[in-house]
């Protein structure tokens, strides 16, 4: 297998008979397009719309169908994906990589026709791949049960019971997909910056109300809509490239991608893929650096300014080290804060954005403050534990969107946040943050001042756990010093016959073992973290 | 009738040297735990039982160890959303009626304090042994076939779901909406899966590797959320287990204290393990292990046959059998033991190299 030359794009690289497909023959940093992404539901009739819609605008149409078929002709194996992903299975590294490889083919393919010119998708999750972009219209349709009830039963000839079942296991699957996906709910009005009901409006009305939509300024193409497409382009260009190679489509990666630093993590039980990395990835269009991290998992830490020499840099580090993890940079600037003049001081201007949320306003490409994000990237990237970094600016939902991505996450720790408000307020707004991202993503999120006492090796640990010790050494000391008295109770011989004897027996067991197990679990949770081990 | 050597009917005698292996079974069940993710009864239950803790005890005993253990362990998931209560209720009410059909079975084999049957404790060991070879063999040619299907390049698939198939063909009302999980479960299915993981609980110590297994595949749960419900259930089942088993007396505090000594410090190596081994290995490792355990067990049925009058051996042959089985066991906890510790050994040196490259070029920098 040769490697990739310099100038061509992902397809440049050798295919297979199998790989030989109309796949995406991408090359970065070219101008992007408008696109509107249509969410549909079985028999809602967004196709419909959406091909009212590319009318009206003069933009073509992309549908589900067309990406799926592109997909299967890439060498996905698209229909046991789907069905692995619906219905219940355990999640093996072979699916993993599978969900992978599709997600990195279907966003590659997106940007690719987008490239051509402006679009209009309709299919389940468009919307979800391109989710880091400011400059998309997500549109959601939805139709009255009653009609897609009768429509099935008329397309497919059935009984209304059967209608009823079909349409219910279809939704059930397609929301199973959805969440298994891009773990979010399809049904998350959050999701979309419309919802049409195509039995209250008119398929022509409602394609002409979004006409007007897809006009407004926010929806149109900003240098920082088009920073956010380059570097998502650059991710998934990069995982597509190591998915198709021989060399490396047997491992699992996670790949980011800022300003042409492109971060791939891989696991440590992958090790011998490191000298592939660079190899398999060399010349690709628009990486400027390669940074390859070996992890086991990825530690994200959101913060709006960054500081490499700060401590909480060096206590993650330091876990990061124990835990043989990467570490994500998110910077996140909330919304509120933005329009705040520069001589607050307290609001650093993003010029050079990675992943934007929300609604992006025009930077200058002459201001280089970036919060201190890419000199944080820089130290971790010296300390081998660079996991990418992005920036998020806009409503707490923003970040929560943007933090719950396809990369396992095994802590949050939340920096300092709120910068210009009072510390009342900016306490509230990190706990409210933090039971946010808590409930999404099922993982420990704690705050920068939280970070040592649950993390790390501290006086207070030592002296729990020499308290912890002498108390479980009397305890057993006690117990098995006195055999006898203890199996004596245990069978019940210290009292006369009956049950009242054994009721008294079962609930002392009962009480005593959760104690000696929270006693001997805190000293041997305590030891681990001695040893970095826990 | 007092079982020869056993103090007051059920415990036996523990000098430091019984005391130092009971730990050492906790320790390799603690890390066989953490890193299959079950309780590790499939290694410890039988391990007492080779060093001559008559099978109930064993199950008692361990049950209570499970007990605490759960009730420390399912805090952090808890914390962290992984556990659906709901869920965890409706398995809870059935799963206890599967408790008191095994503690009943359990104690009518044995013997009630006053009364033994025939046989001492032979026929309950047997009995117990009985379902361990049936129910583990499954699990783990079942595990082993989908670790040797999933090795083929071609086969992109996960573990075999005919069940969570056969299931959604049939229409079984009422339905139960799970909102943590984000499941609708049959009524129907959900009792036949709590009082089996009772049963088996109840019977052999063994819950979860029913339990998680059924949550994901039959009942579509996400691997997280099974994994949390499944330990907030141990809770309940645990503790409902303990307080019948101490109510026969049939728990023995001091093994259960000596488990907890080498069991929790196993977990936290077993976890360390999951992070540096690749999946198909774990399960490959797995199901190795737990057959093994299986022979073990199998070898030493003929004794408790004996001990039954249901074949005709020479006793003196008893301790061979119970010594073989015991040997197996150890071999087959150890093996694995040595399996993940060479694994972990191996990835904090690699850790250390990377550290100590990084270094050098920052140095030359």
Known sequence: ?534 | MMEPGLLYENFIDINGFVALQVVALGLVGGVLSGFIGSGGAFFMTPGMMNLGVPGVVAVGSNMTHKFGKALVGSRKHAELGNVDKRMGAFLIVTSFIGIRIAVWINSALVGSTDSHGAGGSAAGDLYISAVFIFILSAVAVSMLRDALRTRREDEAAGPSMRIANFLARRHLPPYIHFKVADVRVSLWVLMVVGLATGYLAGTIGVGGFIGVPCMIYVFGVPTAVAAGTELYLAVYMGGFGALNYALKGFVDIRMTMLLYLGSLIGIYIGVYGTKVVKEIVIRLVTAVIILLCVVSRAVAVPAYMRQLGWVDLNPEWDPWFNGASKAMLFVAGFSGCAIIMYHVIKSYRQRLRVQQRLTEARAAV
């Open chain 1, 1 to 534: 297998m040769s490697e990739a030359t310099p100038t061509g794009g992902v397809a440049d690289l050798p295919l297979t008979a199998k790989e030989r497909s109309p796949a995406p023959a991408l090359s970065s940093r070219q101008q992007t397009m408008q696109i509107v992404c249509i969410s549909r539901g079985s028999l809602s009739r967004g196709k419909e719309l959406a091909e009212a819609l590319a009318s009206r605008l003069g933009y073509q149409v992309l549908s589900r169908e067309d990406l799926i078929e592109a997909a299967i002709a890439e060498g996905i194996h698209v229909g046991k994906l789907e069905t692995s992903m619906m219905k219940p299975r355990a999640f093996t590294e072979r699916l993993a990589r599978e969900r992978d490889h599709y997600l990195a083919f279907s966003t590659a393919y997106l940007c690719d026709q987008l490239q051509k010119g402006p679009l209009v998708y309709h299919g389940r999750t468009g919307h979800l791949l391109l989710r880091s972009v400011g400059h998309v219209l997500r549109v959601r349709v939805v139709a009255d049960e009653e009609y897609r009830i009768r429509a099935t039963m008329q397309q497919l000839g059935i009984d209304r019971d059967k209608a009823v079942r079909y349409l219910t296991e279809v939704e059930e699957d397609r929301r199973a997909w959805v969440r298994s996906m891009y773990g979010v709910s399809w049904e998350d009005a959050s999701q979309y910056d419309v919802v049409v009901n195509v039995e209250r409006m008119n398929v022509d009305n409602a394609a002409s109300a979004l006409v007007g939509m897809a006009q407004l300024p926010d929806f149109q193409v900003t240098p920082a809509s088009q920073r956010a497409m380059d570097d998502l382009l650059l991710s998934a260009t990069a995982r597509l490239r190591l998915a198709r190679d021989p060399r490396t489509n047997r491992f699992a990666f996670s790949v980011t991608a800022h300003e042409g630093i492109v971060n791939v993590t891989y696991l440590p039980h992958d090790m011998e893929v490191s000298e592939e990395v660079p190899r398999v990835l060399e010349g690709l269009p628009g990486m400027e650096q390669l940074q390859a991290t070996m992890a086991a998992t990825t530690i994200l830490w959101v913060q709006e300014a960054f500081d490499a020499t700060s401590e909480t840099f060096r206590e993650l580090t330091e876990i990061a080290r124990k835990w043989n993890a990467a570490v994500e940079l998110v910077r996140y600037v909330p919304s509120a804060e933005v329009g705040q003049g520069p001589e607050t001081g307290t609001l650093p201007s993003p010029a050079r954005t990675a992943a934007i949320a929300g609604i992006e306003e025009d930077v200058d490409e002459e201001v280089v403050d970036d919060g201190g994000l890419k000199a944080t990237l820089d130290g971790l990237a010296g300390l081998g534990r660079s996991g990418g970094g992005r920036f998020v600016r806009g409503e707490r939902s923003s970040l929560v969107g943007a933090c719950c991505t396809t990369v396992p996450h095994s802590l949050v720790v939340l920096g300092n946040l709120f910068l210009g408000k009072e510390p009342g307020t900016k306490l509230r707004l990190t706990r409210e943050l933090q039971d946010s991202l808590g409930s999404r993503m099922r993982v420990p999120v704690v705050t920068a001042e939280e970070l040592r006492s649950h993390y790390l090796f501290g006086p207070r640990d030592a002296f729990r756990l020499l308290g912890f010790l002498a108390v479980v050494a009397v305890v057993y000391a006690v117990v098995l010093t006195h055999e006898d008295a203890v199996l004596r109770f245990l069978a019940g011989d210290w009292a006369g016959p009956g049950r009242l004897t054994m009721y008294v027996v079962a609930a002392a067991v009962f009480v005593f073992a959760p104690v000696v197990a929270y006693l001997y679990g805190t000293v041997a949770r305590s030891l681990m973290k001695l040893l970095k081990m826990e």
